[in-house]
């Protein structure tokens, strides 16, 4: 009760006031919030501002840029030319009744990544005249949009690049799809007999299919389908290293993950295979330590670690030829180039010298042949090709109105409000915000008690608003924001709503919270004054966009500009000027993840209810098939089929399967096609 109790006992004396003049009725509050923008409006704003601002030459070179006409432009062929203005490309595209929000896929961008990977790795080669090859696969887990895989495998063949399936159907994809000879086929992820015998049975369609154990169980499944299909498979272990991912993604690797086999496991798959003569079949190493790794020497330690193990398993007589390094390598979403987990402390080709030399010295020390390099880059292939275009529907500002002049006889509060918003300057700004909040705080307590009108209420909350304005375009000016004044941003922030569902198209930064580059594709050669978070159509609170990147750590607002109204208005209502943001590098793992990641489907659900008996199965709902799963994706499952058979009846001819092999593997395919999408035993 104290401060209410001053409040009301203090008579005209206005103990915020931090001038000598009392407020007078009639006297304006100076709302010159906008006094720095009216500064800098003497300074003209330029595209190079504008790069400056959203950092696009940092996560968008060489694919984004912006024109001099202030549109964002996509050269997808990266530096060898050719560029398109995006906006000009989102108004065509909307004549054409594509309407937002749109999701536009540049393959030559997928393209570009892919012989950009490559040519870090020839280069690193050379540079280390390494004695061997690198043989790169995209695990389809990363994207498995049918279009997607298609191009890639395509874009692919030049590199004998290949697939990677962490699951039966992305193996099922992987089957139809890969045709380039001598590409790999890696084949991770938990395996039921069915998985094992397809990816066995593909040998015969001239696939390299690597069939990697993660579990110990796996062990016995291959060795009894290899005998009884007299097939001699291609086998793979994957390790658990000591060496701990960073980041988000940190839990993939270390003793405690998920996936791989410890180091006494290993060794008894070594035993398992050796005691029944198939050591020869053990060929590759993989391991996987998470993805968007953010530092090169997570990177260094677990290839020196893997290598190590390479090594140690060719001396125990494994017959050891391919070395798979998994995925990890990352984008910097951020543009930063830090190690911080939006960025990443190197480039690709950093990344491929540490791994062509690393390698190179463990097995040179041992004096064994070079192993053939394999990554699973999904992230840093798939990442940049598509751009997600969405527009703003409006806005609210619930904080912008200009409070009334001060009338004679106000409350007290008001007036120390008043006071306090007309004197505020760079000198008191700061001090100045703790007694708007104060003054703030007090209106609240004086009405609950019954002391202030709801009128009165309402001219206080306007007032401490236009305190906050103020004190923020102060702040805004200043090289250093105290902490205290942080939050006042966000709290003051316009909330842009926009016609997307964050929990469909971005589903990460709903999830992990992880960031992408958001901005205007126009209206760059323009301040924007506006500060604003983005809400989405959903009813859902968290479907919301309010972590932004920056150069240091993230911002919780992001810059935008006040829409505007049409200057040509349709039957005299003025319209609003279409607003369109991109939302970039969210070509991998964004459009399926939300609910097929690696293309496990709906579950089966029943319903039980309780009967006197016991209780009844009143409905049973199946759950998704492989079959319908790859639909979502594109896939058009007779193709699919149609392709093995056809592949099926060339190895018939040319003797490479028997009849018994193609009717197996046909059943096989088409049985998995209509099974459940989870695992059977
Ligand atoms: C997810 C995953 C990848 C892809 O990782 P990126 O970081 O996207 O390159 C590769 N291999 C395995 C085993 C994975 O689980």
């Not at 840029?65 to 000009?88: C, F, M, Q, Y």
């Not at 140690?312 to 391919?322: H, T, V």
């Amino acid at each position: 009760m104290g401060v209410l109790t001053s409040t009301i006992g203090n008579s005209s004396d206005a103990d915020a006031a931090n001038d000598n003049q009392p407020p007078q009725p009639g006297d304006d509050v100076s709302l010159e919030t906008n006094s720095h923008h009216s500064a800098q409006a003497a300074k003209v704003w330029t595209i190079e501002d504008s790069e400056k601002l959203y950092r696009i030459q940092g996560w968008g070179e060489p694919y984004f840029s912006i024109n001099a006409a202030g549109h964002v432009t996509v050269s997808p062929k990266g530096d060898r030319g050719g560029s398109l203005d995006l906006l000009e490309l989102v108004e065509s595209l909307r004549l054409r009744n594509l309407g937002l929000p749109l999701l536009i896929r540049f393959s030559d961008i997928l393209e570009d990544r892919i012989e950009r990977l490559n040519a870090c790795f020839a280069k690193a080669i050379a540079r280390y005249s390494y004695p061997g090859k690198y043989q790169g696969v995209f695990p389809v887990k990363c994207n498995q949009q049918r279009h997607l895989i298609e191009d890639l495998v395509r874009f692919g063949q030049p590199y004998q690049f290949g697939l990677e399936a962490g699951s039966k159907p992305e193996l099922m994809i992987a089957l139809a799809t890969l045709k380039t000879p001598n590409s790999l086929l890696i084949c991770n992820g938990y395996k039921d007999r069915e998985y094992i015998e397809t990816a066995l049975l593909a040998t015969r369609l001239g696939q390299k299919p690597l069939v990697v154990l993660e579990q110990l169980e796996e062990v016995q499944l291959v060795i009894d389908a290899a005998r009884q299909l007299g097939i001699e498979p291609m086998l793979g272990v994957r390790a658990k290293l000591t060496t701990k991912g960073t980041g988000r993604w940190g839990d993939s690797a270390g003793e405690r993950a998920k996936f791989g086999l410890t180091i006494p496991e290993i060794l008894t798959v070594v035993d398992q295979l050796k005691a029944v003569g198939m050591l020869n079949s053990l060929q590759l190493l993989h391991f996987h330590i998470g993805s968007q790794i953010s530092s090169i020497s997570v990177i260094k330690d677990a290839i020196r670690e893997a290598s190590q193990i390479y090594v140690e398993l060719s001396a125990l007589g494994a017959n050891m030829q391919y070395l798979d390094v998994g995925g990890g390598l990352g984008i910097d979403y951020d543009g930063s180039k830090t190690n911080f987990h939006a960025s990443k402390n190197y480039n690709m080709q950093n990344y491929a010298n540490d791994i062509v030399a690393e390698v190179k010295e463990a097995c040179e020390g041992r004096q064994l042949p070079m192993p053939v390099l394999i990554s699973e880059s999904g992230r840093a292939i798939a990442s940049h090709q598509s751009v997600l275009i969405f527009d703003v529907l409006g806005t609210s500002d619930v904080h912008a109105q200009t409070p009334a002049p001060l009338e004679e006889k106000e409350h007290l509060i008001i007036r120390n409000l008043w006071e306090t918003c007309r004197t505020i300057s760079v000198e008191n700004y700061q001090e100045a915000y703790h007694d708007a909040i104060q003054f703030n705080e007090e209106a609240k307590s004086l009405f609950s008690l019954g002391y202030l009108t709801l009128t009165q209420r309402a001219r206080a909350e306007q007032l401490y608003w236009a305190c906050c304005q103020k004190i923020l375009g102060i702040s805004r000016t200043q090289d250093y924001v105290p902490d205290d004044l942080e939050e006042l941003e966000k709290s003051m922030a316009s909330i842009y709503y926009v016609n997307l569902s964050v929990f469909q198209s971005v589903p990460d930064s709903w999830a992990i919270d992880q960031l992408f580059p958001i901005m205007p594709i126009h209206r760059l050669d323009e301040e924007p004054t506006c500060r604003g978070t983005l809400a989405d159509l959903t009813c859902d609170s968290d479907g919301k966009i309010d972590q932004f990147i920056d150069l240091r750590d993230v911002k919780s607002v992001m810059e935008l500009h006040p829409l505007r109204e049409e200057t040509q208005k349709i039957a005299n209502s003025p319209v609003k000027e279409p607003y369109y943001l991109g939302l970039f590098l969210a070509g991998a793992y964004q459009e399926v993840m939300g609910n097929l990641h690696n293309l496990f489907g709906d579950t089966n659900a029943v319903h039980i209810q309780l009967t006197p008996r016991g209780y009844e199965i009143e409905q049973v709902v199946k759950g998704d098939t492989v079959k319908e799963v790859l639909g979502y994706v594109q896939y058009d499952v007779e193709d699919m089929v149609e392709s093995i058979r056809r592949r099926t009846e060339k190895a018939l001819q040319e003797n490479h399967i028997t009849l018994k092999e193609a009717q197996r593997l046909l059943q096989n395919y088409e049985r998995s096609l209509g099974s459940y999408t989870y695992l059977s035993y």
